[in-house]
């Protein structure tokens, strides 16, 4: 007999429908799977029979034949296991046909039945009503993240045997232990599913295992602005210092002064991390992700691809934080690809098997030494030659800094500041001015799809920071003396417009143009200083 059953496959970014076809029939006992697939999707024959027969769900010796179409789409993984023995269960009549319909199944069987978490099941679920399916059933494990998703019927079950139970009975799901069963009402498809109370709880927990905090930094009173002014607007830092400054530290406590994330963000987000594999076990990316590849990184880690190309470092740090530590040991053909994704904000993989676009708005946070000893251009403590500070400089291009909105020092911390004992501007302080700053950003934008300054295009400068007759001749000499290019000037402009928005002043101010000027300003001087001496 033949029978089809729905599964979905992740392709780059994108949920696709699949449809599983079977065929059993009497004849020599051959098990043949069909349709474009990964030499570990071709592996399910196996798996799937073993888990049938140790469910006591074998389908005997029989002629079958497993079809996954389209044929167009390359099949990979084990997420189509489940989908795989349903199809063969309906297919033999142990299964009605019509217990299927309207279903799509995902999950990965081990040996003895039990169903396995898998990747992808929040864009899954998501483009469920797409493929024609209201319900959704998916592993215990990837309940949590599939529940998001109001509009679909999502049901966890533990084992084969579990799903078979409720195909079979005609009522509505049986009472088997261990099944997990989350309704939603018929609600926006593909939008966050309202549970407010549970999101804020996660944001809550999330929240508290940060312990980082900026009133542990000492002193560093420009490097704390700059950090201030980088959150506000989602701009992009670079920290320059020797060793021992704070840098690292100032970066990770980054995160606990940023906006919190809208609904639509926690929900585009956990799709990423659910395709990667790496989303919390509570089913939700809450707080804004921070990223921090070692050196080492590949090319293809930190930008996505593999096979199949997946999200890179890029993509995991959409809407938060990606930290390159050490920013010159980095390889430097890995960090100028960076280029693209700070321009676009997404990024873009062209291969044999098609093309795929992954998200890439991130906000890039560096920190280096000014040499390879760390210390110039103090030359009482620095004993690197001219020609070494410039190799170790030139390893960071002027494209790659004209993309940096703000450049800051980190100076070494004295003792004083060190023990002075002073209370410190803890980051919930902060954080309260930074989303003043942004509730600002979103009621200018609301009808422009920006999210914060730093999105703005050539264009849209021109309109949300306009500038003063004044201002203008002010800048022209700015732009001459630093030999600013657009792309740089307009990034000032930026920058100005969200310190105009942390003071809660509409119409950007010469001291917020200068303020923007002196925050950039760092790595011409650092540059300049290497080239001359």
Not at 215 to 230: H, N, P, T, W, Y
Not at 246 to 272: F, Q, R, W, Y
Not at 495 to 508: F, G, H, P
Request: glycine share 8%; proline share 5%; charged share 25%.
């Amino acid at each position: 007999m033949f029978s089809t059953v729905l599964s979905a496959a992740i392709n780059g970014m994108e949920s696709k429908k699949v449809t599983v076809e079977a065929d059993v029939a009497d004849g020599l006992p051959t098990f043949t799977m069909v349709g474009y697939l990964a030499s570990e999707t071709k592996e399910a024959a196996e798996c799937v029979r073993s888990a049938l027969r140790n469910s006591g769900l074998s389908i005997g010796v029989r002629h079958i034949t497993v079809n996954l179409a389209p044929a167009a789409l390359h099949k990979q993984g084990s997420s189509f296991d489940l989908a795989i023995a349903i199809a063969l269960l309906t297919a033999a009549e142990t299964l009605q046909p019509e217990s299927v319909c309207g279903v799509l199944f995902i999950g990965e069987l081990g040996l003895n039945g039990r169903l396995n978490p898998v990747r992808g099941v929040l864009e899954i679920v998501s483009g469920a009503l797409s493929c024609g399916c209201g319900t959704v059933i998916v592993p215990a494990a990837n309940l949590a993240e599939g529940s998001m998703i109001r509009g679909v019927r999502v049901l966890g079950a533990e084992t084969l045997v579990q799903v078979v139970s409720f195909l079979a009975a005609k009522a509505g799901p049986p009472e088997v232990p261990g099944m997990n069963l989350s309704m939603q009402g018929a609600l926006k498809p593909g939008s966050l599913y309202e549970r407010r109370a549970d999101i804020e709880e996660v944001r809550h927990l999330q929240r508290k295992g940060q312990s980082r905090d900026f009133s542990q930094i000492r002193g560093q009173r420009l490097l704390r602005r700059a950090s201030e002014v980088a959150a506000a607007g989602f701009h992009n830092l670079l920290m320059i210092g020797p060793p021992g400054a704070g840098k690292t530290m100032t970066a990770h406590c980054l995160t606990t002064i940023m906006p919190e994330m809208t609904d639509e963000e926690v929900l585009e987000v956990s799709k990423i991390h659910s395709i990667a594999g790496t989303l919390p076990s509570d089913g939700l990316v809450t707080v804004r992700p921070f990223r921090g590849p070692h050196h080492t990184v590949t090319k293809p880690a930190l930008c996505g691809g593999g096979a199949p190309p997946g999200p890179g470092e890029v993509s995991l740090a959409h809407r938060g934080i990606l930290y390159l530590d050490e920013f010159p040991e980095f390889d430097k053909a890995t960090i100028e690809a960076l280029r693209q994704p700070l321009e676009d904000r997404v990024i873009r993989i062209s291969r044999v098997t098609g093309s795929y676009s992954f998200p890439a708005g991130f906000m890039l946070v560096a920190s280096m030494n000014p040499c390879r000893c760390g210390y110039f251009p103090d030359r009482s403590i620095c004993r690197c030659s001219n020609a070494e500070v410039r190799q170790y400089l030139s390893r960071i291009s002027m494209p790659l800094l004209d993309r940096i909105d703000l450049c800051v020092e980190a100076r070494r911390v004295s003792f004083e500041e060190l023990t002075d004992g002073k209370k410190e501007e803890s980051s919930a302080e902060i954080r309260e001015r930074v989303n003043r700053a942004h509730k600002r950003q979103r009621a200018r934008y609301q009808s422009s799809g920006f999210q914060f300054n730093s999105e703005l295009s050539a264009v849209d400068v021109k309109r949300f920071c306009p500038l003063t007759k004044e201002e203008e001749r002010w800048m022209a000499k700015v732009y001459d003396s630093l030999s600013l290019t657009a792309r740089s000037y307009n990034r000032i402009l930026k920058v100005a417009r969200t310190i105009a928005d942390l003071d809660e002043e509409e119409q950007i101010l010469p001291r917020h143009l200068s303020e923007a000027v002196s925050l950039r300003a760092v790595d011409r001087r650092y540059w300049d200083d290497a080239l001359r001496n």
